[in-house]
T-cell receptor, first 113, second 111 residues
C-alpha cells in the first residue's frame, strides 16, 4: 500500500531552526511536495523534490533521499507566522498511467515567542 | 497572478439535500483535483480531471459526482448529504508541472 508518515506535532522557538521529517512507502514514486497550511485555509506550495538532494528556497529547504524513502523540510529563523501544518505529499504514477497525490497527515508546528 | 477560484466559500445544507461546488482553475491549467478535508485531517483525494476527462478517482462516495466543462471549470455535485460530509472541500489546479495549486476551499456544513 501507499503510506506516508510525519510527526503529528512539533514545537519550536522563534528564531530557531526546525526540521520536519517525512518517510514514505509508495510505488510509482514521481516526486515529493511540501505544503504549508494555516488552519481553515488552503494548502500553499512550498517545495518540490524529484531528485536526491537539498533544494533551498529562502528560509525553507527541503531534502529528499529516494533510496531511503525519506524527506525533510527545514525551516530557519522561525517566525510566529510559521505556526501552521506542514503537509508532505508524494506524487505517484498509478498502474493506469495517471498521476495521484498522496498526502501525509501533516505536522502541526507551533512557534513560541 | 490569477489563482484558483472556488464558490461558494461557505455553504450550509440540511441532511439529504444536494450541494454543488464550483472550481475555476488557474488560466491555461487543464487539470483539476478535488479534495475533502475533515477537521484535523489531511486532504483526502476525491477525483481529478484532465482535459475534461476523468483522470483518477479516489475515495469519492457514490453520492458524489463531478465533471469538468469545456472552459475547464469543474463542479462537484453532492447528493443525499450526510452529517459526515461536513468538511472543507478544496479544488486544486495543475498545468505543465506536477505542482498543484489549491483554491481557498468551500466550507460545507451539513445540519
Amino acid at each position: 500500500g501507499q503510506n506516508i508518515d510525519q510527526p503529528t506535532e512539533m514545537t519550536a522557538t522563534e528564531g530557531a531552526i526546525v526540521q520536519i521529517n517525512c518517510t514514505y512507502q509508495t510505488s510509482g514514486f514521481n516526486g515529493l511536495f511540501w505544503y504549508q497550511q494555516h488552519a481553515g485555509e488552503a494548502p500553499t506550495f512550498l517545495s518540490y523534490n524529484v531528485l536526491d538532494g537539498l533544494e533551498e528556497k529562502g528560509r525553507f529547504s527541503s531534502f529528499l533521499s529516494r533510496s531511503k524513502g525519506y524527506s525533510y523540510l527545514l525551516l530557519k529563523e522561525l517566525q510566529m507566522k510559521d505556526s501552521a501544518s506542514y503537509l508532505c505529499a508524494v506524487i505517484v504514477i498509478t498502474t493506469s498511467g495517471t498521476y495521484k497525490y498522496i498526502f501525509g497527515t501533516g505536522t502541526r508546528l507551533k512557534v513560541l515567542a | 497572478a490569477a489563482g484558483v477560484i472556488q464558490s461558494p466559500r461557505h455553504l450550509i445544507k440540511e441532511k439529504r439535500e444536494t450541494a454543488t461546488l464550483k472550481c475555476y482553475p488557474i488560466p491555461r491549467h487543464d487539470t483539476v483535483y478535488w479534495y475533502q478535508q475533515g477537521p484535523g485531517q489531511d486532504p483526502q483525494f476525491l477525483i481529478s480531471f484532465y482535459e475534461k476527462m476523468q483522470s483518477d478517482k479516489g475515495s469519492i462516495p457514490d453520492r458524489f459526482s463531478a465533471q469538468q466543462f469545456s472552459d475547464y471549470h469543474s463542479e462537484l455535485n453532492m447528493s443525499s448529504l450526510e452529517l459526515g460530509d461536513s468538511a472543507l472541500y478544496f479544488c486544486a489546479s495543475g498545468g505543465d508541472t506536477d505542482t498543484q495549486y489549491f483554491g481557498p476551499g468551500t466550507r460545507l456544513t451539513v445540519l
